[in-house]
């Protein structure tokens, strides 16, 4: 008991946020490009994002703590007379890891939360550097959002999109030395209406 409190304890000394003088400036976070298209099968979305990952979730990967983030879509169909109904609802699960031993970058993507138990159904890819595997997050190509029968052709719809580093996934320790600390925080978000069939 004692040795795990002494690791938590060191963990978190560990992952202590850098003073201002030793932060580097960064980028912005923010969806550079957001496209959505209406297919015979559903609506997909395609994104390009620019973030900088935060210096203490930087810091616990290169210790081998692996960092969870979440992709959501939210398709609201427009109702003058109530609040907007929601007609679809999605999220794409992603793992990112350093194995100190081969000094290579695991990103795994997944339609369901990472279980500590596993993996589970997950498609898997590795990488030489750090910035190549955060280079294929901020990418995505034609993910499906919504079932063709969710969207109407004659109503008007919004999709809001979220990219966001997951902390409900980190382990307790952090979770709970994370609360209100700036240095783990990172978000992106739009909204977007879809445009109505035929008014391309």
Not at 54 to 67: H, Q, V
Not at 152 to 173: A, C, K, N, W, Y
């Amino acid at each position: 008991m004692l040795r795990w409190v002494l690791w938590c304890l060191w963990l978190m000394g560990a992952l202590a946020p850098l003073p201002a003088w030793a932060q580097t400036a960064s980028t912005p976070n923010e969806v550079t490009d957001l496209r959505l298209e209406r297919s015979e099968d559903g609506l997909y979305l395609s994104a390009s994002l620019q973030f900088t990952l935060p210096s203490l979730a930087e810091d616990a990967l290169y210790k081998g703590i692996p960092m969870f983030f979440v992709a959501e879509a939210q398709v609201l169909r427009d109702r003058w007379y109530w609040s907007d109904r929601e007609v679809a609802v999605t999220a794409r699960h992603m793992r990112l890891s350093y194995q100190p031993l081969t000094r290579r970058w695991r990103l795994n993507v997944s339609s369901e939360p990472f279980t500590y138990t596993g993996l589970g159904v997950a498609l898997g890819q590795s990488f030489d550097a750090l910035d190549d595997a955060v280079a294929a997050m901020q990418r995505m190509s034609r993910w499906k959002i919504a079932e063709a029968g969710a969207i109407d052709s004659d109503g008007g719809h919004t999709v809001h999109f979220r990219f966001r580093l997951d902390m409900s996934q980190l382990p307790r320790p952090l979770q709970i030395g994370a609360v209100g600390r700036a240095g783990w925080s990172m978000q992106v978000q739009r909204s977007q209406r879809l445009p109505m069939e035929g008014g391309r």
